[in-house]
């Protein structure tokens, strides 16, 4: 079997609550740094991203197809989803196709020389948050359970692995 199959709407889903709301606590922390603005880009697209994954795979997609196929290609996604139903406003389709412009995600990972569009911080935002409750909503009528964390939870500096002596 292979284990990417194991990963559940739910998961893609609370995952890219995660991103979401990392990019939203680093937007806000005025980081100190040469491009500070790269790494709120990538965790916003990643969040997209991974809530359109969510929204594919609850309608029966693999994991697999969805990593070896489409990987990050978020022109594909957002055309796969609105087949199956998932319906964007203007602010959300404006922003989608400046994730979806050629070497806009590659931007957020690394240096290019010239200019690149992106959307601004607060549209990201905003498109997320659509983007969380229509999807959240199609997992609930599909029986999946969504659990929302309280705004202003904090995570812990507990180890991730355990440590070797």
Request: hydrophobic fraction near 40%; include cysteine; charge should be positive.
């Amino acid at each position: 079997m292979d284990r990417r199959e194991l990963t559940t709407p739910l998961g893609f889903f609370n995952v890219a609550g995660s991103y979401r709301a990392a990019a939203d606590k680093l937007r806000v922390c005025k980081l100190r740094a040469e491009h500070p603005h790269s790494p709120i880009l990538f965790l916003y697209y990643h969040s997209i991203e991974l809530y359109l994954k969510a929204f594919l795979r609850v309608h029966g997609l693999s994991a697999g197809f969805l990593a070896d196929d489409i990987r990050h290609n978020v022109k594909k996604l957002r055309k796969m989803c609105v087949a199956r139903g998932l319906r964007f406003d203007e602010e959300t389709e404006d922003v989608l196709a400046l994730i979806a412009a050629p070497g806009a995600w590659i931007r957020t990972r690394y240096l290019e020389v010239g200019s690149g569009r992106h959307p601004s911080f607060s549209a990201l935002s905003r498109v997320c948050r659509k983007i969380d409750r229509a999807v959240g909503a199609t997992l609930s009528d599909k029986g999946v359970h969504i659990r929302r964390m309280r705004r202003g939870v904090r995570a812990s500096d507990g180890p991730l692995v355990a440590a070797r002596r």
